[in-house]
């Protein structure tokens, strides 16, 4: 068994295609190889480096979902930088050793059997082939770029599908390794009414549709997982389908090969199957990078939905009344800010440790002048959120009490 290693040379401007640009997917075509596969045989992994005379150079690399899923290749990905970084010194850390034990994985349903019947059975009792399936839109967002993508397209569909993969390894019982190299994933396929998504509060309504389907987790992650796959087989022809692909979590820009972090990342798959890419920022302050691949009126027409949301707007009176908050996060939510607020604490001051511990308390007294209010992580460091307003005496007597007494109400609810 091998995988192949191509190196190849570029001319076209290594600094045009590794910009923030909007830039023609077809010209990095050529920057990642090809997995030729027969009825019979299939190649895995194949990889290439490209370089650009006095510029710099691309790593590129086709793999076959049959074996691994995203979080593999990624771990894989990170080996290989860590390796050539260290040299002779190439011992990979537990994080970066891939666990192999199939057996590890308890499988009384026998969900193997129902995945692998149903992709043999997919278009027709014959089909044997080992032919890489190029799917429109494969399992792998957030509610703002789904939602802007649906206008954009202007779609006329009653219903939209978003898929998401979920990664297993955590969720299973008992859980396994994260570490665990192969496929360990499954879906979720969130279904939405157009209309909804199309109007004012329509992020929010997604947002409340793929938090259903995350919450829907809790009840078990492998629950339904046996008509999964025919469930996705049934809605790829579907005009109104999205999907998710990669994750912020596969951290590609702390791929150090030993020069440094890489100057852009593309996926260049989505370009045939229609899905849309999440992956982590090169400046690594927690932000996200969204990869879309559309038509160029397209592009300038979702561009201008994107920008467009960036400012709250919402009616005081609806605000004050019963089911105000609820108003407030739908007006928010349209701005995509439900995918944001992770990293809107994500400064971890709490963190700042000069060699005696936790700081006691983080105040970010700038609020005093400004009117803002913050959100920060929280002491205790269990995944709370700090939050900071600055109001006179009466006000915050009164605020504390609202907040409190919200609290309670929504408590309740959820009982």
Known sequence: DTVSLTVAESEANFYHLSGSIFREAEKFRHLVPSLPASKTTVPVLALQVTLFPDAGLSIGYAAHHAVFDGKSISMFMHSWASICRHGDDSTLTTELTPFYDRTVINDPSDIEKAYLDGWLAHNGPNNRSLEIWDVKAPPDTIAYTWVCLIKTRRLATQKVQLVIGVDCRARLEPPIPSTYFGNCITGRIIVADTNKLMEDYGVAEAAREIGEAIRGLDDGVLNGAEEMISCVLSVLQEEGLFSLAASPRFEFYNTDFGWGRPTKV???????????????????????????????????AFASLFASGCIVDADTNKCMEEDGVAIAAWAIGEVGWFGEYRRLTRFELYKTDFGWGRPSKVEMVSIDKSGAFYLSDSRDGNGGIEIGVVLRKHETEAFASMFASGLEYHQVREN
């Open 266 to 300: 593309e996926l260049v798959s989505i370009e045939r199957s229609g899905a849309f890419s999440l992956s982590d920022s090169r400046d690594g302050n927690g932000g996200i990078e969204i990869g879309v691949v559309l038509k160029k009126h397209e592009t300038e």
